[in-house]
């Protein structure tokens, strides 16, 4: 039997909940193209879902109304395995908000194929190269420590480890949601990351995790600002420029800041490597005042601008 209607994305992923934040996320490998498309899905303050083997999408969009419904993990899988007639060819993991988890790998997976079910996560996989990978999995997972996302990584990498798919490597996609839900389904992500096609997407992923986690300090940065706490705010503004060196938006901005509160002498050395890499900024810090984002100060802005000419 040819079954052309359901995507290929045999896999190994993990789904996981944060007992202390609640914080929930999946994350997969697969040797298909843009497998985070198919089989990621998580809302926060509801729940996370991995649909994988022979593909049925819906299970993604359906399971999540099922568990924003309050229904919880076990009925949630119960019930899309019962309307589904492919359900042997089918392996899907759900994890509700409360920490539930179901998980189900259909009789005709292929080989090999499993999963491990334990306290607020599960792991899956199909088609690997042995039927040590999803075991390696679990183990990672127990034995891991640090946040969700860095430890949905260690998963992933001691899956591929131990042989992983037995076709190779291809894509890559990791997503993960906070606890607790603002009534809004597009709030509340915390990492939203997916490699497309690559030879080494798990690695791929990783070296995009941490320009997430730099973006993410910047970001803590301007909250900080915005509180009043300026030095805290120019420390994760620091930070955040050691972790991507070379990178010019951080400390463009970090100038910016610096510049704002007439800290200039600290804002020219970092503004003169700046133009002198691209002066196309300088052209950019004309026109933010503006927008409203630095002073409009013709002395300070011809100080710095000075360092073009």
Request: charged residues 25%; proline residues 4%; glycine residues 10%.
């Amino acid at each position: 039997m040819r079954l052309k209607r359901f995507p290929l994305a045999h896999t190994f992923s993990i789904i996981a909940r944060d007992p202390v934040t609640g914080a929930m996320g999946v994350a997969v490998q697969s040797h298909w193209f843009s497998t985070g498309s198919l089989v990621t899905w998580a809302e926060a303050g509801v729940g996370v879902i991995a649909t994988q083997s022979m593909v049925e999408v819906s299970y993604g969009p359906l399971g999540l109304d099922s568990l924003r419904a309050g229904k919880d993990a076990k009925l949630t899988l119960e019930e899309l395995l019962r309307a589904d007639e492919g359900r042997d060819l089918r392996q899907v993991a759900v994890g509700d908000s409360k920490g539930g988890v179901a998980t189900h790998t259909g009789k005709r997976c292929i080989a090999k194929a499993g999963h491990i079910t334990g306290d607020g996560f599960s792991v899956q996989a199909n088609m690997m190269m042995n039927d040590t990978v999803w075991p390696a999995m679990a183990e990672a997972y127990r034995s891991s420590q640090g946040t969700l996302e860095d430890r949905l990584l260690l998963v992933l990498e001691a899956a591929q480890n131990a042989g992983g798919d037995i076709r190779g490597q291809q894509s890559a996609a990791m997503l993960v949601v906070e606890g607790k839900s603002t009534g809004k389904s597009w709030e509340g992500i915390r990492v939203d990351l997916r490699v497309e096609d690559h030879p080494t997407p798990i690695d791929e992923l990783k070296r995009l995790l941490n320009i997430q986690k730099a973006y993410r300090l910047m970001n803590t940065g301007d909250d900080l600002l915005g509180k009043g706490q300026v030095a805290e705010a120019l420390e994760a503004y620091r930070n955040a420029r050691i972790m991507l060196p070379g990178q010019i938006e951080f400390p463009f901005w970090q100038a910016v800041t610096l510049a704002d509160l007439g800290r200039v002498d600290e804002a020219l050395s970092i503004f003169a490597d700046i133009f002198n890499t691209n002066p196309n900024w300088a052209e950019l810090l004309r026109r933010l005042p503006a927008a409203g984002l630095i002073k409009n100060d013709p002395e300070i802005l011809d100080q710095i601008l000075g360092l073009c000419k």
